[in-house]
Structure formats: structure tokens, C-alpha cells
């Protein structure tokens, strides 16, 4: 019996970035900006509705060359599937086209490490990893990805998938970017929510992964992807990464003038 094709509709087309290809391809055109390229081996974009997030994930893509192979990692905002799941198979469509799961790679990634599980059930209503796609094909149509979510994780668990995904990217064919999906603090002053981020994104900057677990609890800064952040930092040390950019820091503030409440930014590089 044939492999049924797994194809993964968008679930907030429409809704964060525009429904129709024509009015897609405008959106991610005007936030990508011409600036210098590198090889980076993470990269940091948020997920959130464009119109508020758009200029800072379009910066952080306008800053790297993205390859032809992306390990695309996010939170699990739905509760659905394991605590990590890893979609191995299939294609997800946009707008603007689709973008296949490298199963060759996802395969490499199941089986180096128990904790990443195959699943497509926690793939199937979460934004935060669709919300990257637009970028990726707009920039590298022939770019394939492995998606995975973090719902839970412990430090010494983020570990071994950090140096797990390291192992998978040393051995795999060119270039792999280890793209990490995630939102700063969430719904507090702009203020608060500032000076919060500023205290996550030292420590990603300085690929201080125990630090970054540590002051998010501490400090009680709701960063969606902390975890799968401190896992790709591991992954990056083991890489042989050296230090963390900040390419653009910015909060939902700054796009609806409304300060009570708003949602941090940032697009991070990690080379």
C-alpha cells in the first residue's frame, strides 16, 4: 500500500500574515531588508501576527543565508502530542506555495535521541512554527525543514537534544539552520516587558543556557520558546558557536501604540 502524503493546511493563514499568495508575497517582500549575510548556525524570529512582529522577524531573516536544510523548533501552544514532537513526513502548505518535510533528516533527528517523538498531531493547529514558513520560501524555495515542538523539557532533557541536533547537524549534507520560533515576554507593561527581555537576551547572547532557564523562573518572563531556545544554545555550543547577535528588539507597542499590555521581539543570531 502507497505512503499517504501528509499535508498540513495552514491553520492561521488569514489571520497572522495575509490569506491570498498575492497579498503574502507583498507582506514578507516589504518587512525583508538588504543588509549582510552570514552563515549562521541559529537563528531567533518571532511568531506573532505581522503587523506586529513582521519587522523584526524580516530583519532577522534579511541577516543569514538560509539553506536548503532548516530544523525548525517552537513551543507547543496547544497541549496536543508529546512533550516533543518531531513531524516526520509530509508537506505543509501556504499561500505562497509549499514546504516539504526533509525526512531524511527528520529521520536523523528521531533516532538521535528517546525524546524526540514521532508526531504530526501537535503540528497540526500550532502558529508558531507556520508563521516562519512564508520567510523561509520567500527567501529559499527549495528549503526543506524539520519541524518540532517543545511543550516540556527539563535542563539536563534540553541538553541532550541541544548536543542530539548537533551530532544530526555535523553529520548532515551542507548547510543546517537551527531555526528557533519564539515570542519575548508576554502582556506586561512596555516598560516591565523591556527591561524582562533585556534580561533573556543577554544571556542567549552569551549562549548562557542554564542562565536563561534560570532568570526566565526567576524573573517570571514569559518567553514562549525558552525552551527550545536553550535547546538550540546547547546545540550551538557544541557547534562550535562563539556568540549571540541581537539584530532587532522591538514589542507589539510599537506597532498598535497600546503599552499596558504588549509582547516583546527579538530576532537573535547565533554564529
Known amino acids: ?14 489571520r497572522f500574515y495575509p490569506g491570498s499568495k498575492a497579498g503574502l508575497e507583498k507582506s514578507v517582500a516589504s518587512y525583508l531588508v538588504d543588509a549582510p549575510k552570514e552563515d549562521a548556525l541559529v537563528l531567533i524570529c518571532p511568531h506573532a501576527g505581522y503587523m506586529y512582529s513582521g519587522k523584526t522577524a524580516g530583519m532577522a531573516f534579511s541577516s543569514v543565508n538560509i539553506p536548503d536544510r532548516i530544523i525548525l523548533i517552537g513551543p507547543n501552544h496547544t497541549g ?25 533528516l527528520a529521520s536523523e533527528v528521531l533516532a538521535s535521541s528517546p525524546l524526540f517523538q514521532r508526531d504530526s498531531e501537535a503540528h497540526e493547529n500550532e502558529h ?49 539552520l537551527l531555526l528557533v520560533s519564539s515570542d519575548m515576554n508576554h502582556y506586561e507593561p512596555v516598560e516591565v516587558t523591556r ?67 504588549v509582547v516583546g521581539y527579538a530576532g537573535i543570531v547565533i554564529s
Open 128 to 176: 508558531s512554527l507556520e508563521v516562519q514558513l512564508p520567510f523561509i520560501r520567500a527567501i529559499n524555495p527549495s528549503a526543506k525543514i524539520v519541524p518540532i515542538t517543545v511543550m516540556r523539557a527539563g535542563r539536563s532533557e534540553c541538553e541532550e537534544m541541544g548536543k542530539a541536533l548537533a551530532r544530526v547537524i555535523s553529520k548532515a549534507k551542507g548547510q543546517t
Open 1 to 14: 500500500m502507497a505512503k499517504r502524503e501528509i499535508i498540513r493546511k495552514p491553520c492561521v493563514a488569514g
Open 80 to 104: 496536543m502530542g508529546p512533550y516533543v514532537s518531531v513531524m516526520a513526513s509530509g508537506t505543509w502548505e501556504i499561500p505562497t506555495g509549499q514546504v516539504e518535510v526533509d525526512e531524511e
Open 195 to 261: 527591561a524582562k527581555d533585556s534580561l533573556a537576551i543577554e544571556k542567549i547572547t552569551a549562549l548562557d543556557a542554564r542562565g536563561l532557564l534560570e532568570v526566565t523562573g526567576k524573573e517570571d518572563i514569559t518567553m514562549c520558546g525558552v525552551l527550545p531556545a536553550t535547546i538550540a544554545i546547547f546545540a550551538a555550543i557544541a557547534l562550535g558557536g562563539s556568540k549571540g547577535r541581537l539584530i532587532n528588539h522591538t514589542t507589539s507597542g510599537d506597532a498598535s501604540a497600546e503599552m499596558e499590555d
